[in-house]
């Protein structure tokens, strides 16, 4: 079967750093997505990537090992308004979207 | 409208009633996906169409039936409601197998 794990909640301090793992086993693997998702809103896209390696985007990185089908999402100096889930999702072989339940990020002042 | 709109917010709905959800986008892409979203589960796909005239099954589609007469409009129908159909329903949009851009959802509970 398919499947998504990540953790279910992660608590981090203003201004720290915090990394959110993924771990992954689908059939066929075209590329990973993280999301961000504020409580009673839509997901919003985050990041892409298809090859190893880490991609930076301002605060946020994500990175992917595919031979470990493994994945993180780094948040550096973070900022109260961080706080929301963050679903990971590898799109299969049939270009399907596969989600993990999402990974709940409080922020403590 | 600007980007993907979805109608209506929320309903409350008895169980047995038949009810459309509304999805709207102007970004002219060609794929399109109903969602839906359970506290403690990930996302799962109901139904999708890749491009307009074409309808596919997800993982969870009984229950809901879908159509796309054209490339804007993709209406999701649950012809009997039930109250496992109790759920945040999100339309989502791409321009082809990429990057998905999501609708604000409707919150649906069936009595």
């Known amino acids: 079967g398919q499947n998504i794990d990540q953790p279910t909640e992660m608590t981090a301090t203003e201004g720290a750093i915090v990394q959110i793992n993924c771990t992954y086993q689908?059939?066929?693997?075209?590329?990973l997505f993280w999301y961000q998702q504020h409580a009673g809103e839509a997901p919003t896209f985050l990041s892409y990537n298809v090859l190893d390696g880490l991609e930076e985007k301002g605060r946020f990185s994500s990175f992917l090992s595919r031979s470990k089908g493994y994945s993180y999402l780094l948040l550096k100096e973070l900022q109260m308004k961080d706080s929301a889930s963050y679903l990971c999702?590898?799109?299969?072989?049939?270009?399907?979207?596969?989600w993990g339940a999402g990974t709940k990020l409080i922020i403590k002042p | 409208i600007a980007g993907i709109t979805q109608a209506p917010t929320s309903q409350i709905l008895a169980a047995g009633r038949r009810m459309t959800l509304r999805c709207t986008q102007d970004m002219r892409h060609n794929a399109m996906y109903w969602y839906r979203q359970d506290l403690g589960l990930g996302l799962r796909l109901i139904h999708y169409?890749?491009?307009?005239?074409?309808?596919g099954k997800g993982e969870v589609p009984d229950g809901y039936s879908v159509s796309r007469a054209n490339t804007d409009d993709f209406p999701l129908t649950l012809a009997s409601a039930v109250p496992s159909q109790t759920s945040v329903y999100f339309c989502?949009?791409?321009?082809?197998?990429?990057?998905?851009?999501f609708g604000p959802g409707t919150r649906l509970t069936v009595l």
């Open positions: 169409s890749n491009t307009a005239g074409t309808t």
């Open positions: 989502a949009s791409s321009p082809g197998t990429d990057t998905q851009y």
């Open positions: 689908t059939s066929g693997f075209n590329g």
């Open positions: 999702a590898v799109m299969d072989s049939n270009y399907q979207l596969i």
